[in-house]
């Protein structure tokens, strides 16, 4: 129903910002609730954000909270992550994700319905 492509990874140093992008193609991306994940190296895939289909209702997990910011623009089907103040343990794949419920402020691993392919970000000491 969907493709996620993200962009906006790279290598970095301790301190700086990225702002990570993921452009929706297919049907109703204005009808989906959005979202990023991470995965370290050797770690479990872990919930990083979300955004409701109206761009109303961001969450963050608390651990970003302070430094990272979601928000979306319908009008590009794009969604975005600003990510300020980054520290190497932030060193991860990004991945955007997608729900179809319309309405979810925060989105469980199970009720992903479509991944993108992931970008890396490198945080280096």
């Known amino acids: 129903q969907i493709q996620l492509v993200e962009s906006g990874g790279g290598l970095v140093q301790d301190g700086d910002s990225l702002r990570l992008s993921c452009v929706g193609s297919?049907?109703?991306?204005?009808?989906?609730?959005m979202g990023w994940f991470r995965q370290a190296p050797g770690k479990e895939r872990e919930y990083v954000a979300a955004?409701?289909?109206?761009?109303?209702?961001?969450d963050l997990a608390d651990f970003v909270k302070g430094r990272f910011t979601i928000s979306r623009d319908n009008s590009k089907n794009t969604v975005y992550l600003q990510m300020n103040n980054l520290k190497p343990e932030d060193t991860a794949v990004y991945y955007c994700?997608?729900?179809?419920?319309?309405?979810?402020?925060?989105?469980?691993?199970?009720?992903?319905?479509?991944w993108g392919n992931g970008t890396l970000v490198t945080v280096s000491s």
């Open positions: 994700a997608s729900t179809m419920n319309p309405f979810a402020v925060t989105i469980a691993q199970g009720d992903v319905d479509w």
């Open positions: 297919g049907r109703s991306f204005s009808g989906y609730a």
């Open positions: 955004i409701n289909s109206m761009g109303h209702r961001p």
